[in-house]
């Protein structure tokens, strides 16, 4: 299957201290421009307590894209985890988010960035 926006795929994913770690649900965000073949992705997990709130979204089994994204349970979307990964280290597609959904999360990346260079600019 050809990899878009919006699937859900498998990553071996390490926290942030870069010691291997298991297999993670990832969320695609966008295949990055240039000879490569990577992928912007952020984190999922199931574990609810680490939510940023107004921030990172949650995704529960009352979801319209609940069933098609192939996740098993109520899972949260970390937008701030976000990682560039070779499109070899994907595995597969476990399943894909509505297109709404991906766009609240790029508009909210988008936004995050956009006030951090208007920061810059004012200070």
Not at 29 to 58: K, Y
Not at 60 to 75: A, I, M, N, Q, T
Not at 92 to 100: F, M, W
Request: proline share 4%.
């Amino acid at each position: 299957m050809k990899l878009k926006s919006g699937h859900v795929s498998l990553v071996r994913f390490p926290p942030t201290n870069l010691v291997e770690g298991k297999y993670r649900p990832v969320l695609l965000l966008a295949r990055m421009p240039g000879p490569f073949s990577d992928w912007l992705v952020c984190a999922i997990t199931s574990q609810l307590r680490h939510a940023v709130a107004n921030w990172d979204e949650e995704i529960e089994e009352v979801d319209d894209d609940f069933v098609s994204s192939g996740l098993k349970e109520h899972s949260l979307i970390r937008i701030g985890k976000l990682a560039t990964v070779e499109e070899e280290m994907l595995e597969g597609v476990l399943g894909e988010i509505s297109s709404h959904r991906l766009a609240t999360i790029r508009s909210k990346i988008a936004d995050c960035l956009e006030r951090q260079v208007a920061g810059r600019r004012d200070g």
